[in-house]
Nanobody
Framework: QVQVVESGGGLVQPGGSLRLSCVAS????????MRWYRQAPGKERELVAH????????YYADSVKGRFTISRDNARNTVYLQMNSLKPEDTAEYYC???????WGQGTQVTVSS
């Protein structure tokens, strides 16, 4: 069955960086666009970034544009989210999701605090 496992979250100071990873299985990863979402306490889940199946096309929410980079390795069934210049408002649970499947993993917590 469809499965995604997110990792790489943690506690980081403002201005710091983290790299999230998401390993997928149970579907043909290389032909599926992938997305990263996040949900902060008391807020709705929001789309952070999207990457096409080939990796050529990407989309970013305005709030992370220029700071976050989504990428993928189809040979490893893995999608990444490089997060730089982190801000306290980036604190959230981060989830990856194949855009064609209604499946959510456990997520990985990112906390930006001094």
């Amino acid at each position: 069955q469809v499965q995604v496992v997110e990792s790489g979250g943690g506690l980081v100071q403002p201005g710091g960086s983290l790299r999230l990873s998401c390993v997928a299985s149970g579907f043909t990863f290389s032909i599926n666009p992938m997305r990263w979402y996040r949900q902060a306490p008391g807020k709705e889940r929001e789309l952070v970034a999207h990457i096409s199946s080939s990796g050529v096309f990407t989309y970013y929410a305005d709030s992370v544009k220029g700071r976050f980079t989504i990428s993928r390795d189809n040979a490893r069934n893995t999608v990444y989210l490089q997060m730089n210049s982190l801000k306290p408002e980036d604190t959230a649970e981060y989830y990856c999701k194949p855009s064609s499947y209604d499946y959510w993993g456990q997520g990985t917590q990112v906390t930006v605090s001094s």
